[in-house]
């Protein structure tokens, strides 16, 4: 078991909870900007669940592999959520070229953690 990827996820776990609750009730936003805030939270909480099975599954995965897909979450969720919490709340179009590398994160790290199950020495017979 990962501590460190299992703390992250709670809190980005809790972070994404009261984000939520502050733009859906203290934020003037324009609807396109409140729809991109609103994704952010959506990915950040989908995300911040799978570092918590990241962390949980690390003592079964293979090498370092498990442990890549964690950092490779997290640096998803900073790139792809805070991209457009920024862009959201500022209108700065310089971050938009980066919420398309968190995303990007994103998508690698499931694939990493897919190949740290397939490489780990769990029994799919139980």
């Known amino acids: 078991?990962?501590?460190?990827?299992?703390?992250?996820?709670?809190?980005?776990?809790?972070?994404?909870?009261?984000?939520?609750?502050?733009g859906s009730h203290a934020l003037s936003l324009s609807s396109d900007m409140q729809r991109l805030f609103e994704l952010g939270v959506q990915y950040q909480i989908y995300h911040a669940l799978g570092l918590l099975a990241v962390g949980l599954m690390s003592g079964y995965l293979a090498n370092r592999k498990g442990e890549l897909a964690g950092w490779l979450m997290f640096a998803g969720i900073v790139g792809?959520?805070?991209?457009?919490?920024?862009?959201?709340?500022?209108?700065?179009?310089?971050?938009?070229?980066?919420i398309p590398l968190?995303?990007?994160?994103?998508?690698?790290?499931?694939?990493?953690?897919?190949?740290?199950v397939i490489a780990s020495?769990?029994?799919?017979?139980?």
């Open 1 to 22: 078991m990962k501590k460190h990827f299992i703390l992250h996820g709670a809190m980005f776990m809790a972070f994404g909870v009261a984000l939520g609750a502050i």
């Open 80 to 98: 792809f959520s805070g991209g457009l919490y920024f862009y959201a709340l500022t209108g700065n179009e310089l971050i938009r070229k980066v």
């Open 102 to 116: 968190g995303g990007s994160l994103l998508i690698l790290s499931w694939l990493v953690f897919f190949w740290a």
């Open 121 to 126: 020495k769990i029994d799919s017979k139980n």
